[in-house]
């Protein structure tokens, strides 16, 4: 299949995941050019043939969005702190909040 990108640009934060994965196959398949939002190295192993992927790490307030950003026509923010079982954190109410919270503002 011919795919020409001229539909725009799309940052997808949370690609990583189960929603975010299909996603990106889905506006790449529909000839969108894709960035996906990731922790680290590899996360996608899919986008490295048709899409991008830029670092930020874990999100939090703290989180620069400068890179991921630039050229973007649109954002679809699916990243959050989710499906945690047996939580090692001293404060899982305050790390939910910082992710979920914080990091989309």
């Given amino acids: 299949m011919n795919r020409i990108h001229n539909k725009g640009k799309v940052l997808i934060t949370g690609a990583s995941g189960f929603i975010g994965e299909a996603l990106c196959r889905q506006f790449t ?21 048709d899409g991008e992927q830029v670092f930020v790490g874990n999100i939090g307030f703290e989180t620069s969005w400068l890179q991921a950003l630039s050229g973007i026509d649109v954002v679809i923010h699916l990243a959050a702190r989710a ?12 790390e939910f909040r910082k992710v979920n919270v914080a990091g989309t503002v």
């Fill in 29 to 49: 398949v529909r000839g969108w050019s894709v960035r996906a939002a990731v922790r680290g190295p590899n996360a996608i192993a899919a986008l490295q043939k």
């Fill in 83 to 94: 499906h945690i079982m047996d939580d090692p954190s001293t404060n899982p109410l305050a």
